[in-house]
């Protein structure tokens, strides 16, 4: 098993490298660290390029957007940390507004890029706007950034599952369970502030 692992490695180094890369990333985030952003810079710019090969064209603009965001994202953590803003949260009915957007877009993005040979063009869709909406709630350390990335990462693991992307599709897994505990500590710290 460990042999056919290291086979795999060697002959998917930049999946390898964009999955470790992402589960740094996320672990990070969790813990509220701004190092987070670096290693999430990496593994998107890693995704551009897988997602690319897969024929994922909206996921390679999402991964595009994640490595100029990881950059906002880094830069507004650092200032945050010296200026100790804490973890916010946004009401249900903006989350309802979000939520509304997300999904118009999806659909709009999903029909779009059916003409241009995009696979699983609806799915991708869904990944990607709804991830750009989380993204920029990570960013603003908003606590339910967390409970969109469990859905839209289950979401993905779809996705990669469908392409034959397996590794890929784990760290997705591991991404939801990381952002479920990702959650409960920032709303611990949310409740103690």
């Keep these: 098993m460990i042999a056919t692992f290291i086979n795999w490695i060697a002959a998917n180094p930049i999946e390898f490298a964009g999955v470790l890369t992402g589960l740094i990333y996320v672990v990070l985030a969790a813990r509220g660290s701004a190092w987070c952003w670096l290693f ?3 593994s998107s710019g890693l995704y551009i390029q897988i997602n690319l090969v897969n024929n994922l064209y909206l996921d390679t603009v999402l991964q595009s957007y994640y ?3 990881g950059f906002y994202g880094w830069w ?3 200032r945050k940390e010296e200026q100790t803003v804490t973890i916010t949260s946004i009401s249900f009915n903006k989350q309802i507004q979000l939520i509304a957007t997300g999904i118009a877009l999806s659909a709009i993005a999903g029909y779009l890029v059916t003409f241009i040979g995009n696979s699983l063009s609806y799915v991708d869709a869904f990944v990607t706007i709804f991830s750009f909406i ?3 709630m990570t ?3 908003i606590l339910e950034n967390w409970l969109w990335w469990v859905v839209i990462d289950l979401v993905a693991a779809y996705m990669y599952l469908s ?3 397996y590794i890929t599709t784990g760290l997705y897994i591991v991404y939801a369970a990381i952002a479920a505990a990702g959650y409960w500590k920032w ?6 502030a």
Excluded: C, P
């Design 40 to 42: 999430g810079i990496i």
């Design 67 to 69: 490595v100029l965001v």
């Design 76 to 78: 507004n953590w650092k």
């Design 134 to 136: 989380a993204t920029w």
């Design 139 to 141: 960013a603003r350390k």
């Design 163 to 165: 392409k034959g992307l």
């Design 187 to 192: 709303r611990r710290e949310l409740s103690v």
